[in-house]
C-alpha cells in the first residue's frame, strides 16, 4: 500500500519517464532506416504503408518508390523495399540467414522449421501429377461460389494485412465466428469439407499403385490437418495466379502487332507437321515444350504483367547485413524488413537490357533461389500456362487471325 501511495504522489515523474522513454523509442526508430531515402513520413509512421496497400494499384505505387528514390527504398519505420534482383537473390541464398517476416502471418507458415517439413512433404507431390478435382470444369460454372469467396477472401486478407489486424483476424474466436465453416452451403467453407471428404476417400484406397497429388502427400506421413492444409494450398496458390497469368499474356499476344501472328505461324506448324494430335486431344507438355516462340510468349507475358505482386518481406538476419547498392556497401540493421518490388524488377529491363539478365530476373516471379520460399507449382504452373495459351490461339481466337 505504501508503494501504491508513494507511486501515486509521483505519478507525474512516472508518467513523463514513460514519455521520455517512448519519445527515445520513437526518434531510434525514426533514426534507424535514416540512410534510405523514401516518401516523406514513412520515417515517422506505417500510415502511407497502409494507405497504399488499400489503393489496390500498391504494385505501381512501389515502382514509383524505387524508380524515384533508388533501388533501395524507405517505405516504413522498419520497412525497406528493393527492386534489385541482386539483392533479392542475396536474401533467398541458401544459409542467408534471413528468414520470413511476419508479414506472412496472413496466410503462410511462418515458423521456419515447420514451413520447411511441409515443403518436404508436399514437394514430391507436385511434379506435374494429377491434382484434386473439385469439380468446377465439368460444370463449367462457378461451382459453390469457390472462386467468389476465393476473391472476397483474398480482399479480406489484404485489407487485414494493410490494417495490421492479422493477428485479429487469426484470433480462434474471431475466426471462428466470422470465418469459413465445412457446415458453410458454400464459399471457402465448402471446399473445405470437399476437400476433407476427398482425402477421406483417398485415405481408404491404397497409394502404392496410382499416384495422384494426394497419394504423394500421404506418403509423407502427415497429419490429417497437415494433408487438408496441402489441399487447399495447391487452391488457393495455384488459381488466381495462373488466371492472371493466362490473361495477361492473351492480352499481351492479341495486342502488339505481329507476336499472335507469329505465335499462330508456329502453332500451324506443329500441327500440319503432326505434332500436335488432332482435336479433341490437348496438346502434350513435352511438344509445348519444343514450341519455342510460345515458351518466349509466356516468359515475356510473366515478366510484363508478374502475377504475384506480393511483396512478401523478409527479415535481416540478427547481426544486420552489408549489401551492395550501386557499388556501395550499405549496412542494414538486423531485423529490418526488406520487401520486394514486383513491376520495379521486371519492368527494369525494358529495352536494351540483355536477354541474358532478363532470363534470371523472371526466375523471381517463381520466387527463384535455394530459399525455402520458390513456388512448389512452377512445373505445373509452367505446363498450364503453356498449353492454354497454345490451345486458346490454335482454336478460339483463329477469327482475328492476321
Ligand atoms: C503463373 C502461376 C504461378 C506463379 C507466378 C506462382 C508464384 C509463386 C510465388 C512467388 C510463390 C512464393 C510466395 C512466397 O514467397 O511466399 C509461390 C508459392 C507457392 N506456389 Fe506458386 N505460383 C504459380 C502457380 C502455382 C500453381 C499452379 C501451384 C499448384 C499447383 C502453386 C503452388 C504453390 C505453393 C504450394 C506455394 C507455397 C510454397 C511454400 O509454402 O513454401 N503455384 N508461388
Not at 524508380?67 to 537473390?89: F, H, M, Q, W
Not at 542494414?332 to 529495352?351: F, K, L, P, Q
Not at 540483355?354 to 517463381?366: G, M, Q, S, V, Y
Not at 490454335?394 to 482475328?400: A, D
Amino acid at each position: 500500500m505504501a508503494l501504491l501511495a508513494q507511486l501515486y504522489e509521483a505519478q507525474w515523474v512516472v508518467v513523463s519517464i514513460a514519455a521520455l522513454l517512448y519519445a527515445l523509442e520513437r526518434c531510434r526508430a525514426c533514426l534507424r532506416l535514416s540512410a534510405f531515402k523514401g516518401p516523406s513520413s514513412t520515417d515517422r509512421s506505417e500510415v502511407w504503408h497502409a494507405l497504399t496497400i488499400l489503393t489496390w494499384r500498391s504494385h505501381l505505387i512501389y515502382k514509383d518508390v524505387t524508380d524515384k528514390y533508388g533501388t533501395i527504398a524507405r517505405v516504413g519505420l522498419n520497412e525497406l523495399l528493393t527492386s534489385s534482383p541482386e539483392v533479392l537473390v542475396h536474401m533467398n541464398a541458401v544459409r542467408s540467414g534471413y528468414t520470413r517476416a511476419t508479414w506472412f502471418n496472413r496466410s503462410f507458415q511462418v515458423d521456419e522449421e515447420k514451413h520447411t517439413r511441409r515443403r518436404q512433404q508436399m514437394a514430391a507431390g507436385y511434379t506435374g501429377r494429377e491434382n484434386p478435382a473439385y469439380g468446377g470444369i465439368k460444370a463449367d460454372a462457378d461451382l459453390n461460389n469457390y472462386l467468389t469467396s476465393g476473391e472476397e477472401g483474398l480482399t479480406i486478407i489484404t485489407m487485414a494485412a494493410a490494417l495490421g489486424l492479422s493477428p485479429v483476424r487469426q484470433w480462434g474466436p474471431i475466426a471462428r465466428a466470422f470465418g469459413p465453416s465445412e457446415e458453410d452451403h458454400s464459399g471457402f467453407g465448402k471446399m473445405l469439407a470437399t476437400a476433407r471428404s476427398l482425402i477421406d476417400s483417398r485415405l481408404e484406397q491404397s497409394t502404392k499403385e496410382k499416384s495422384d497429388m494426394l497419394a504423394s502427400f500421404i506418403r509423407h506421413d502427415p497429419s490429417r490437418e497437415e494433408l487438408l492444409g496441402a489441399a487447399i494450398l495447391q487452391v488457393l496458390a495455384g488459381s488466381d495466379t495462373t488466371a492472371t497469368a493466362v490473361r495477361s499474356i492473351m492480352l499481351y499476344v492479341i495486342t502488339p502487332p505481329g507476336v499472335y501472328a507469329r505465335l499462330q505461324a508456329e502453332i500451324d506448324e506443329a500441327v500440319e507437321t503432326g505434332k500436335v494430335p488432332a482435336a479433341p486431344a490437348i496438346i502434350p507438355d513435352s511438344v509445348a515444350g519444343g514450341l519455342g516462340y510460345l515458351q518466349a510468349v509466356v516468359r515475356e507475358g510473366l515478366r510484363i504483367h508478374p502475377p504475384v505482386t506480393d511483396i512478401v518481406p523478409k527479415k535481416v538476419p540478427p547481426n544486420g547485413d552489408t549489401i551492395t547498392i550501386d557499388g556501395n556497401p550499405v549496412f542494414i540493421h538486423g531485423g529490418t524488413n526488406i520487401s520486394y518490388c514486383a513491376w520495379g524488377v521486371h519492368r527494369e529491363h525494358d529495352g536494351e537490357e540483355k536477354l541474358a539478365t532478363i532470363r534470371r530476373t523472371t526466375e523471381l516471379i517463381f520466387r527463384y533461389g535455394k530459399c525455402q520460399c520458390q513456388c512448389l507449382g512452377r512445373p505445373i504452373a509452367w505446363m498450364e500456362v503453356t498449353k492454354v495459351i497454345f490451345e486458346v490461339s490454335h482454336h478460339w481466337i483463329t477469327s482475328i487471325r492476321v
